[in-house]
């Protein structure tokens, strides 16, 4: 015997819904026909209320430049934010989560916990929003470590390090050798950078040019200058050019002479297997 759907049947998982409707004057939802003939469900504030309010505590993650496993990534955020909360992780694709809390407490605690790290990347944390998808997602900014070759150690403070890196984009991070002044090779640090800039190539610390490298191979186009695409697939410049470098100064007394510089990139060499 063949059971009798109601007029509102859903299966519910994390991305999938399905809706059966029947037409009526009186129901709160209501399809229509647009102008290129597509059907369009309209939704009522009750709906949008109702859909809305069970994730309004949500928020929308992101580990920047590393895929991890989804339960070895959620171990790791349980680890990361200590909460007591055995919240919801839902992939939304395209690298991003939703995590769906219960408490506005956890909620906010996250939001304004700082910048956050696993496994040394950045997790970019944002406040969850309706119609989020995450393949027209436009991410305006993203992290990434940058080396500074042969700084001079009077330079490993903590306050000129801070300074240097809010000058180059903005501070997240200082590596734990750089902070130690253990490494002396280079400093190191995370900065958040925009896409939509070139970024720099050296920045003047007193009288002192640096250089600035930035790590990972295939993050960093040479023809433009911008994070997050190589020169091949390019939509700013046709051909790789060289271009000065912007310089900012820091407390700066005599001038000194620009020479052209393209960016540089550095990766960690791989071990080799025993």
């Not at 309209?42 to 992101?62: C, F, G, H, M, Q």
């Not at 280079?186 to 009288?207: D, F, M, S």
């Not at 600035?212 to 091949?232: D, P, Q, V």
């Amino acid at each position: 015997m063949k059971s009798l759907l109601p007029i509102h049947t859903q299966w519910i998982g994390l991305q999938q819904f399905q809706w059966r409707f029947q037409s009526s004057e009186t129901e709160a939802t209501k399809l229509g026909e647009s102008s290129q003939n597509v059907r369009q469900i309209i939704l009522t504030e009750d709906d949008r209320k109702r859909i809305y309010n069970p994730w309004r505590y949500s928020v929308i993650i992101k580990l920047m430049g590393k895929r991890l496993m989804h339960h070895y990534l959620k171990q790791k955020v349980q680890d990361l934010w200590k909460h007591n909360e055995n919240f919801s992780l839902i992939d939304v694709e395209e690298d991003y989560y939703t995590v769906k809390f219960a408490k506005e407490e956890n909620m906010i605690k996250v939001l304004q916990n700082g910048p956050c790290f696993i496994n040394g990347f950045f997790l970019s944390v944002q406040k969850w929003v309706p119609n989020f998808v995450a393949k027209k997602a436009q991410q305006s900014y993203t992290a990434i470590w940058v080396r500074l070759p042969q700084l001079p150690t009077e330079f490993y403070d903590k306050i000129i390090l801070t300074r240097i890196g809010n000058s180059i984009g903005k501070l997240l991070k200082v590596d734990v050798c750089t902070s130690a002044t253990l490494r002396g090779r280079y400093a190191r640090l995370c900065l958040k950078l925009p896409l939509e800039q070139p970024v720099q190539n050296h920045i003047l610390v007193g009288h002192h040019k640096q250089a600035i490298l930035y790590e990972e191979e295939n993050i960093l186009c040479k023809a433009c200058g911008r994070i997050g695409h190589t020169c091949h697939n390019c939509s700013y410049s046709n051909q790789p050019i060289k271009q000065k470098g912007e310089q900012k100064l820091l407390k700066i007394s005599q001038p000194v002479q620009e020479e052209d510089q393209e960016w540089q990139t550095v990766s960690f060499p791989k071990k080799a297997r025993l």
